[in-house]
């Protein structure tokens, strides 16, 4: 019998049920795939970690994959691996005064150099014996004295420093003008007097103080800068030096003042200036044996009697003025009896040794080709030649000391002995500048340095010289938002730890202030020789060691560049903590760097407990470099 066909319908009525019954069966089975996939990749991963075998060729298992790559570590993790370095502690206590490069007892500066730091990247195969260099000393802070206080503003800092601030006993009563300031009598401050001024209007007479002639000097034995002070007068801007001695903490006390000054002295090495840096050099009873070991030898010290004279001299030191003098530059040297010096040092010569040393001077005098312009009591005065018309007469061993050789660079000045021999200025008409004129201050800050006019810094044309002037005075504008105080007074001792063509100093002259322009004597184009032509001053210096100063000496500090370019050669801590042991507290720090490198300083600042923070340039927030602002006599910023 046929079956019968269902009729429409019924077949519609099941048609719901069929499929539901169907779509059970489809998720069963794909259920049973995923389980039994989990399964073999699960026995996959253990068989591969005991035993690597080749993966399975057959089309009923997936394609061989290669393990997932770990996942990155979180931010708390690389946080944890790498912790953040403590804070630089206090130096002891007997630390108060330290500086590094000129400890007793030669008092002479000997600063080793830090090992460089390790690469970021050590090589694969390290040598079988590398060499371990002797660890520095560890970081701290230099703490201040009890009873520090910031000093007065400027210029009030001017005539008086507290006892407290600086590393000197109390002076007796010959060396203090109680009766000018009635602080004094509770022992609180030492008062300068003025009694440099007569001396200064005496000498007034010999030189040409006034007009502009005379912007840079050198005060050789300085004292408490008291000659520097009174040249200010005169618009005349003095780097007083000093050694470290028994004889008192001078140098830190005319920084206390207020007065450009740094811990220095004739040695073996040059000082570390450039060539035809100063417009006159002084020297009043400064005790520095000028004429000792003249070498060369002479008729006319033949004529004189022995006895009048010191041992064999060699004018070495006097080489070395020669050296610093520019062309048509003076040198001044008085002897005692000097009124105004008379407390603070006495060299106890004899006349007759004076009598000696007169002779023997102006004898070396007249083999470098100086001009004695005047003699009037205790002081003399010689004067540089503006060039070397007798250099031709080089064959003449009478005539003057060796000619120095073409390789003896004569702004070659960072640990570099004194050259035995004068560098011969070129040959040009009578009565003109063998290195070009100078102009007067103070239209020398803004005129072209004749190093560049006349083509000497081959490396540097003229107008990238005068667009850097623009760009500092940009910048400066910029920066006296953050230095709301610098026209009252409260920043008078500015360093640039890299100061480049001197910009920042010359757009800073309109504030009273004066800056120490430091140029980084590693780099291959020197530019101090340009910024000494601007009638600024400054000096050479490796960051990777200590400069020589006294804690606590200056209110201000800017670094444009130098951790970017220090950062192969020392830590940026080695180069924080010494910038800290400059800076007095309650100080301000302008650093201008790569982004990357300012993150890298704003880490050590924070170890160094300053109140800092980043911000953009002037440029804005698309300027690859940026800011860190430090003011530290601001509360820190609450995180």
Known sequence: MPLALPSRAAVTAALPRALAIAAALVAAATTSVLLASVIVSRSGAHSSSSSSPPPSTSASTTAYLPPAPAPAPLPDAEHRSHPTPPPVPPCPPNATNLIPCHEPPSNERHCPPRPPPPPLHPPKDPPPHPPHPPRPPPHCRVPPPPGYLAPQPWPARRGRARYANVELPMLPAAKVAATRDPARGRGEWLVFPKGVGNYVEQLERMVPLRGGVVRTALDVGSGVASFGDYLLNYGILTMSIAPRNEHGAHVQLALERGLPAMIGMFVAHRLPYPSRSFDMVHCADCLVPWTANVLWPSPTLEMIDKALLPPIPDGLYMLELDRLLRPGGYWVFSRPPISWKLPYNVSNQTDKNMQGNQIAMDEMANRLGWTKLAENGTTSVWRRPTNYLYCAQEANPWRSPPLCKGDDDPDSAWY???????????????????????????????????????????????QTYKQDTLIWEKRLDFYITYLKHLSRGTYRNVMDMNAGFGGFASAMSKYPVWVMNVVPANITNSTLGIIYERGLIGTYMDWCEAFSTYPRTYDLIHANGLFSSYIDKCGIIDIMVEMDRVLRPGGAVIVRDRTDVVMKVKKDADRLRWHSRIVDTENGALDPEKLLIVDNSLPPRRR
């Open 416 to 462: 570099v002995n004194i050259s035995m021999c004068i560098a011969c200025l070129q040959r040009v008409h009578v009565n003109v500048c063998a290195v070009g004129a100078m102009e007067k201050w103070p239209e020398r800050l803004t005129a072209v340095p004749p190093r560049i006019i006349s083509g000497e810094i081959k490396w540097l044309p003229i």
